[in-house]
Nanobody, 125 residues
Framework: QVQLVESGGGSVQAGGSLRLSCAAS????????MGWYRQVPGKEREGVAS???????LYADSVKDRFTISKDGPGNTLYLQMNKMKSDDTGVYYC???????????????????WGQGTQVTVSS
């Protein structure tokens, strides 16, 4: 049974940093894409960053050079280090996963089979 549990959300001032974590279990991490999406009320869910089973990372243009996605050695914890945060980064952040050996595009959230419950991030200006 796949489980994804996010933690680390909270409130931060613009320019500050947060690190999100996602504890994953129930699937072979080396053959799954893992990623982070975010959503604000009234808007579609937006892909933020993804990482393949082999460690290839992709980022949304809006977070490049500010956010870093990573996994621990065994792959059962996913991280999102968020620096130089902006008010536009506010939203509920979701951890997601789906089986794939390739890179992990962010343009279609329907390909992602498994989702965590989300964690709120609020950036105040």
């Amino acid at each position: 049974q796949v489980q994804l549990v996010e933690s680390g959300g909270g409130s931060v001032q613009a320019g500050g940093s947060l690190r999100l974590s996602c504890a994953a279990s129930g699937f072979p991490y080396h053959s799954y894409c893992m990623g982070w999406y975010r959503q604000v009320p009234g808007k579609e869910r937006e892909g933020v960053a993804s990482i393949s089973g082999r460690g290839a990372a992709l980022y949304a243009d809006s977070v490049k050079d500010r956010f870093t996605i990573s996994k621990d050695g065994p792959g059962n914890t996913l991280y999102l280090q968020m620096n130089k945060m902006k008010s536009d980064d506010t939203g509920v952040y979701y951890c997601a996963a789906y089986p794939s050996f390739g890179i992990c595009p962010l343009n279609d959230d329907r390909r992602w089979d498994y989702w965590g419950q989300g964690t709120q991030v609020t950036v105040s200006s």
